[in-house]
T-cell receptor, first 113, second 114 residues
């Protein structure tokens, strides 16, 4: 069985603060893929990043960065210098070979001006 | 532009009524999915389809039905057997099932009970 836990249900920050969204996963498979999606108020899920289990390199894309640590089964997402437009629900998800995508319960991020 | 179109955006159901949610994609994807999202919860899989004329139950299929007569279309019917249908419904597609490729999502349909 596989599971994704996003312990932070809601986070509220002031604009320009850095914020980290935590994601912890469970799987017995050695090959798996991790995803982050953003769900703005409009409702659609927007794909942000995919990482496979063999690639532990951290990734940076503009103000977004991801820290993948297999030793702690975590795939955390950091937004640097947050902006109001970053306000959304963020989902972490896990897919293993031959199994379906499993989502965490999401973290509601609110960035206040 | 390629993408997924869901309609309607808002839908109201009367007691004992079946309603159908539309999902169309022009991404030439083989796999399509229906998810249900309740407030404060993640997405739960209702049904998915790997190919035309084939579909499988997800984790919460009871009270729902689907069809896949065309590659582009994967409509979801919420039947009267679904006693708690109020939720946000999202349709998604990917190149194939279990491809480990990102799924592409529509804008969703919000279903409420009258």
């Amino acid at each position: 069985a596989q599971k994704v836990t996003q312990a932070q249900t809601e986070i509220s920050v002031v604009e320009k603060e850095d914020v980290t969204l935590d994601c912890v996963y469970e799987t017995r498979d050695t090959t798996y893929y991790l995803f982050w999606y953003k769900q703005p108020p409009s409702g659609e899920l927007v794909f942000l990043i995919r990482r496979n289990s063999f690639d532990e390199q951290n990734e940076i894309s503009g103000r977004y960065s991801w820290n993948f640590q297999k030793s702690t089964s975590s795939f955390n997402f950091t937004i640097t210098a947050s902006q109001v437009v970053d306000s959304a629900v963020y989902f972490c998800a896990l897919e293993t070979s031959g199994s379906r995508l499993t989502f965490g319960e999401g973290t509601q991020l609110t960035v206040n001006p | 532009d390629g993408g997924i179109t869901q309609s309607p955006k808002y839908l109201f159901r009367k007691e004992g009524q079946n309603v159908t949610l539309s999902c169309e994609q022009n991404l030439n994807h083989d796999a399509m999915y229906w998810y249900r999202q309740d407030p404060g919860q993640g997405l739960r899989l209702i049904y998915y389809s790997q190919i035309v004329n084939d579909f499988q139950k997800g984790d919460i299929a009871e009270g729902y039905s689907v069809s896949r007569e065309k590659k582009e279309s994967f409509p979801l019917t919420v039947t009267s057997a679904q006693k708690n249908p109020t939720a946000f419904y999202l349709c998604a597609s990917s190149t194939t099932v279990y491809s480990n490729q990102p799924q592409h999502f529509g804008d969703g349909t919000r279903l409420s009970i009258l």
